[in-house]
């Protein structure tokens, strides 16, 4: 599965951001495998601190390689690259609702890197976290203007 690449943005579609990673991430069959389900709650769990895939193999009692092929079949991702999505998913939920800043949000979603964050942010929106949320705010004034009218 590719990543998906989130073309220029308007001010009005950056509040539904969050809303189509999320969508991006969620398992693609419907009858999700116990302990790819338990994977997922730890990662969910877990996401301010860095974790292994030997550690998240521990939780669901299987081999790292084992547990890569079944979570890759039942998900369409890498452990790795679900638990970034997650990662991202909930630093824009963060970035449009809260004024946290950029180095509180990087500790809330797990990283002690700058530059990774960036890199991985500009990867998924293709904007920097600064911009992002300057446009999930202009759209959620446009949004009560419209509202209040």
Known sequence: MSIPKKGSKSAKSASKES??????????STSSNPRVTTVIEFMEANLDRKISLSEMAGVANLSRSHLSHLFKTQTGLSPGEYVRRLRMDKATHLLATTLLSIKQIMAITGYGNRSDFLRHFKRYYEVTPTEYRNRAYIAKRRQTNRENT
């Open 19 to 28: 809303e189509r990673l999320k969508d991006s991430v969620a398992p693609k």
